[in-house]
């Protein structure tokens, strides 16, 4: 880990460096290529995700004429296979034999984690479309590491707040009993200020949820806030509605659990359900505009917010290759390009804080029929419920420069 | 905790028992008859699923989309019985675990290329409210549904099994398939009917959860393991053990998450409590698995002397 740091040190030094001259930069040469490794899950039952990220990367890269920053760019796409290991040896033969200039694409936490010390190690960048753990945004916090995408527990902190401005009053909520449970709901009670009367810890990929359910009855709260990611939310959500639950008590999502991959499995019981996310399909920017119309051109299909991701990180890395002149050799002057972040989200208003993380706005979304038809779409309310968030861990981020 | 509550835990838990015996009724008969370990079996289960909600979006009815995806998913066991898992008998166990876990790989996105990761699938609106059973107790009508079809199913099954013919060679083939065969019983013939008797059943269990559950591709690998465990409980080749041994483990499961986290409230300090329910609740099922198996190895219902 401390291998970068040197590099980056010694960058800046070479003007005054006369020895130890065995790491300094060579006088930096304009690439004439972008290489990009792009390692996600593209298989399998979790490869949704995935796919959605590589269709909005790829999007961006087709629309720049193929280009990032002006040089023709490689992307190299390849499956994790939802494993961590595969990721890893991906990860290694990307940057070692391919000598590609920045990673990107992993979906899930767990397997990024497995996999980032390949990049980090080896001085290559690594881009975050979807995975920010807190640890990152924290004490582990990197000068190669860059989230495009949002804090693991944001859109929590988000559906705390919106339910503190809509005056809900007590609240249960679910998560799965694993780390990312505790965490998750950790955000939510760090915002909220309302009474929790039950938090229920499920197993990992529960499928039938009648007795929570009939818990949440019992306990009679005016919400309920869940973080149950994937097919287990799908299962919740269609049991609630099912159970008439939705009648006297009002269920608030985070934004991945109510997006078009989940919309189109729980079809019409998602209507009216409130969610928090960074982005929205409805946003009138004309980044997104673009977004969504190249996008529904190219795939027939409405764009998830992973697939936003993927577009934005795309956007990224064009943006970091125009300020520096292809000038990618030089790591102090890319890193400082992507810190500014000089390019047009389709979320809006977006940059980065001294932990690489975003600091950016959260939105209340509502699932309500599409305008343009063809079943059901989110769409947000005009004001932010957070604004200019940034995340609660980067006071414990020593960024090494 | 009110006994209303405990009681409508204890019909949750008999509901998803009924459903888990659809799923392990076909497969502890393959297990058992032909000694034949199908991981695959929570294939026909997904398999069944996206054929109902195939036809119910095509059909507009949900009694034909199930009734469909029956038929159709049972010709499907059939001819994968034939065509391919008949050549796996006389094999070892290794084997067969390896090639029909391939089947899950070439299942999985076999579905996928047809229909897509997930399709929708809702209940029929007519029973979309809740029933009121007792003053103060409403339960989902849905679920009440499920219920009876399970019931009735398992009811069935049992007069298959213990009254008519094909049950009495079914039965035969269980305990001792080799005296079977010498007395003159197409064997062949009647494992494909099993076989395609139990992948219908696995599709009647994947459309009637559907509207419940996620239809989405890996459906059938989380259900399959308490398959299984229902198998091992019950005795392997059991009908009767795989129905009884579905109940209990139905029960365990949601009274684990229900009272029993409440029990552990009321003898120990809250921090502790909400750290081991949970916990406890995820393995209750195992623990009780392994206590059937200590005290009698064969399951509850042995076939085989």
């Given amino acids: 880990m401390t291998q970068p740091t040197r590099i980056f040190k010694q960058s800046l030094a070479t003007a005054l460096a006369t020895s130890c001259l065995a790491f300094a930069v060579p006088l930096a040469q304009a690439a004439d290529k972008v290489k990009v490794g792009f ?30 920053g002006g040089l023709p760019a490689e992307v190299l ?45 080896n001085n290559t960048f690594y881009i975050s479309p979807n995975a920010a753990p807190s640890s990152i945004a924290g004490k582990d916090c990197n000068p190669l590491f860059f989230a495009v995408s949002w804090p693991n527990d944001a859109y929590h902190e988000a559906a705390g707040q919106f339910a503190n401005t809509r005056d809900l009053k007590s609240v249960y909520l679910v998560a799965p009993n694993y780390q990312a449970g505790k965490d998750s709901l950790a955000g939510f009670k760090r915002m909220y200020k309302g009474q929790v009367v039950g938090e229920n810890y499920t197993k990992l990929g529960q499928l039938d949820y009648a007795a929570e359910l009939a818990e949440i009855r019992a306990a009679k709260p005016q919400a309920v806030y869940i973080f149950l990611p994937g097919g287990m939310g799908i299962n919740f959500i269609k049991q609630y509605v099912g159970a008439g639950l939705g009648k006297d008590t ?36 004309p980044a997104n505009q673009k977004f969504m119309a190249e996008f529904q051109k190219e795939y027939g299909r409405i764009p998830t917010l992973y697939a936003s991701q993927g577009y934005d990180a795309a956007l990224l890395i064009n943006a970091a290759v125009r300020d520096t ?12 390009a992507l ?44 004001e932010p419920i957070l604004r200019e968030r940034g995340d609660a861990y980067v006071q414990d981020c020593k960024m090494k420069n | 905790m009110s006994g209303l509550l405990v009681l ?13 015996f659809l799923l392990a009724a076909g497969l502890t008969l393959v297990f058992g008859v032909m000694d034949m370990i199908n991981l695959a079996h929570g294939s026909l289960y997904m398999v069944g699923a996206f054929l ?60 996928k290329m047809l229909f897509g990761n997930d399709l929708p699938l809702s209940a029929p609106a007519a029973l979309a409210g809740s029933v009121q059973l007792l003053p103060g107790l409403n339960y989902p009508a849905y679920r009440l549904l499920i219920l009876g079809v399970g019931l009735l199913l398992a009811l069935l099954l049992y007069l298959l099994v213990q009254k008519t013919r094909l049950g009495a060679l079914v039965r035969a083939g269980a305990s001792n398939r080799d005296m079977t065969l010498v007395m003159g019983v197409d064997i062949g013939r009647l494992f494909t009917l099993v076989f395609g008797i139990g992948a219908a059943l696995c599709a009647v269990a994947g459309a009637l959860l559907g509207p419940l559950l996620a239809v989405q591709v890996g459906m059938g690998e989380n259900i399959l393991i308490l398959a299984f465990v229902v198998v091992v409980i019950g005795g392997i080749g059991s009908i009767r053990g795989a129905l009884i041994g579905a109940v209990l483990v139905g029960c365990i499961d949601t009274l684990g998450r229900s009272l029993l986290q ?8 809250p921090q502790w409590a909400s750290a081991a329910g949970p916990a406890f609740a995820s393995i209750a099922v195992y623990v009780f698995m392994a206590a059937v198996l200590a005290l009698k190895p064969q399951g509850l219902f042995p076939v085989r002397a």
């Fill in chain 1, 39 to 68: 390692v996600s899950t593209l298989s399998g039952p979790s490869s949704a995700l995935g796919v959605d990220i590589r269709d909005g990367f790829l999007l961006a890269v087709k629309l720049n004429g193929g280009k990032l």
């Fill in chain 1, 77 to 121: 796409v390849s499956d994790d296979q939802f494993k961590p290991d595969v990721a890893k040896q991906l990860f290694e033969k990307n940057i070692k034999r391919d000598k590609v200039d920045f990673m990107t694409g992993v979906v899930f936490s767990n397997i990024m984690l497995a996999a980032l010390p390949e990049a980090l190690d």
């Fill in chain 1, 250 to 285: 009002t269920l608030l999502l985070p934004g991945f659990s109510a997006d078009q991959d989940v919309i189109k499995p729980v079809g019409e019981a998602m209507a009216g359900l409130f969610n928090t996310a960074h982005w929205s399909p409805d946003f009138s920017n």
């Fill in chain 1, 325 to 336: 002149k292809g000038k990618l050799e030089d790591r102090a002057a890319v890193r400082k």
């Fill in chain 1, 339 to 382: 810190q500014a972040a000089k390019f047009d989200s389709v979320r809006g208003p977006f940059k980065f804080n001294t932990n690489q993380y975003p600091i950016q706005n959260y939105y209340v979304r509502v699932v309500g029929n599409n305008p343009n038809g063809g079943g059901l779409i989110n769409k947000s309310f005009g």
């Fill in chain 2, 8 to 20: 409508e835990q204890l019909l949750n838990g008999l509901q998803f028992g009924l459903m888990l």
């Fill in chain 2, 52 to 111: 109902a909600a195939w036809l119910v979006g095509i059909t507009g009815s949900f009694v034909l989309g199930v009734l469909g995806a029956m038929l159709l998913t049972g010709l499907f066991g059939m001819v994968l019985e034939s065509g391919l898992l008949r050549s796996l008998y006389r094999r070892d166990h290794l084997s067969q675990v390896l090639a029909t876990y391939a089947l899950i790989l070439i299942l999985n996105d076999g579905v």
């Fill in chain 2, 262 to 269: 409440h029990a552990l409230r009321e003898v120990l300090p």
